[in-house]
């Protein structure tokens, strides 16, 4: 009646999941998606000091061809905002690249945090880069790009930090939020 269970403090590594490459060219959707859902299951250490575990992306580009859903206590992290990338093309423009992921959290605000990496679309088939709805947002170093609507859309979002981050796009208007207190 026992079971073995591991036990590991420390980030985890996204290319620890089957499919996952920084290539530009594999579909990482699913691997990501379960390096995500592994996060949030378990609880670890991370270099912000937070309750949460670290999901580390090495340098490379994360191709995802599917929407990702970010959970609640789950950082993301890399090697820079420009050196990894998840690259967000669902194929459609009416398709959010990445959103957070509310459920569970029974109306309380989730907290989303990342650093040191980048969120881009490299067609205009992504409608919101990153859009967040009831979140804390913690960003440092991280850079958000593309989209035919917006780079990133934080809305109902509160006491929020981007401490060198970077919104950018030719077709898009950047970073827009409906909170007054970010």
């Given at each position: 009646?026992?079971?073995?269970?591991?036990?590991?403090?420390?980030?985890?590594?996204?290319?620890?999941?089957?499919?996952?490459?920084?290539?530009?060219?594999?579909?990482?959707?699913?691997?990501?998606?379960?390096?995500?859902?592994?996060?949030?299951?378990?609880?670890?250490?991370?270099?912000?000091?937070?309750?949460?575990?670290?999901?580390y992306f090495s340098a490379g580009q994360y191709r995802c061809n599917s929407q990702i859903k970010w959970k609640n206590h789950v950082i993301i992290s890399g090697d820079g905002a420009f050196t990894s990338t998840i690259a967000l093309v669902p194929g459609s423009s009416s398709i959010d690249g990445i959103i957070n992921d509310?459920?569970?959290?029974?109306?309380?605000?989730?907290?989303?945090?990342a650093h040191d990496i980048g969120f881009v679309s490299d067609t205009l088939s992504t409608h919101d880069v990153v859009h967040i709805q009831t979140a804390q947002i913690l960003?440092?170093?991280?850079?958000?790009?593309?989209?035919?609507?917006?780079?990133?859309?934080?809305?109902?979002?509160?006491?929020?930090?981007?401490?060198?981050?970077y919104f950018l796009g030719a077709y898009s208007d950047g970073f827009y939020s409906s909170s007054t207190n970010l």
């Open positions: 009646n026992r079971i073995w269970q591991r036990q590991y403090k420390g980030k985890i590594v996204a290319t620890w999941f089957t499919g996952v490459k920084g290539d530009n060219s594999t579909d990482c959707s699913v691997g990501v998606q379960a390096a995500i859902n592994y996060a949030a299951l378990v609880s670890g250490t991370n270099s912000f000091g937070l309750y949460g575990s670290e999901l509310t459920t569970g959290t029974n109306g309380a605000y989730s907290r989303i945090v960003f440092t170093n991280v850079q958000v790009a593309g989209g035919s609507r917006h780079n990133m859309w934080a809305d109902g979002t509160v006491s929020s930090i981007f401490q060198t981050c």
